[in-house]
């Protein structure tokens, strides 16, 4: 029972901070309220939110979370660095 619960916790942890990292690579391109509108398109219209809450254990909310991680750290590779 406590190791399902910890899943849980992981995976909420993990959707959570895939959505912010997400939300901050948008608000560098777009408006705050779209980047929301975005977000919540994503969690609602896609099975992010089936897999945040029913089935945590699968692997979707964690690669989620890696593809976020992805583009927040490539959004910048194509700006000149500063000499």
Do not use: E
């Not at 901050?24 to 408006?31: G, N, S």
């Amino acid at each position: 029972m406590v190791d399902h619960a910890m899943v849980d916790v992981a995976a909420s942890f993990y959707g959570v901070l895939g959505l912010l990292l997400l939300f901050w690579t948008l608000t560098k391109r777009i408006k705050n309220s779209a980047a929301l509108a975005s977000l919540f398109a994503i969690l609602t219209g896609t099975n992010l939110l089936f897999y945040l809450i029913g089935d945590p254990g699968m692997s979707h909310v964690y690669s989620f979370f890696l593809f976020s991680a992805f583009i927040f750290a490539i959004q910048d590779v194509d700006k000149p660095r500063p000499k």
